[in-house]
């Protein structure tokens, strides 16, 4: 069983910055595949970020460049680092916890999920 609980975000104008935090419960998180999700008003949950046991990492096209994925399994934390943000990040993003252990982009790996935390960019 994992925990996770999201920090971090906020409203920022367009172009500014936000580091989510995620922190997870249990003994075993240096084990899971750690990832990164987001929904918006009216739309799918989508693949962010996903970073896998041992630190590698894949990004949507729509984000690359912009954000970068990170952990620390001494903390039992991921961390989600959001740069040059657009109007369209705004969204609800979820941290979630991986069955496959390399990560992955699908919703249907997710063994586990936080409960969200809201980023507004205005323009």
């Known amino acids: 069983q994992v925990q996770l609980v999201e920090s971090g975000g906020g409203s920022v104008q367009a172009g500014g910055s936000l580091r989510l935090s995620c922190a997870a419960s249990g003994r075993t998180f240096s084990r899971y595949g750690m990832g990164w999700f987001r929904q918006a008003p009216g739309k799918e949950r989508e693949f962010v970020a996903t970073i896998s046991w041992s630190s590698l990492t894949v990004y949507a096209d729509s984000v690359k460049g912009r954000f970068t994925i990170s952990r620390d399994n001494a903390k039992n934390t991921v961390y989600l680092q959001m740069n040059s943000l657009k109007p369209e990040d705004t969204a609800v993003y979820y941290c979630?916890?991986?069955?496959?252990?390399?990560?992955?982009?699908?919703?249907?790996?997710?063994?586990?999920w936080g409960q969200g935390t809201q980023v507004t960019v205005s323009s």
């Open positions: 979630a916890a991986d069955l496959n252990p390399y990560g992955s982009s699908s919703v249907g790996d997710v063994g586990y």
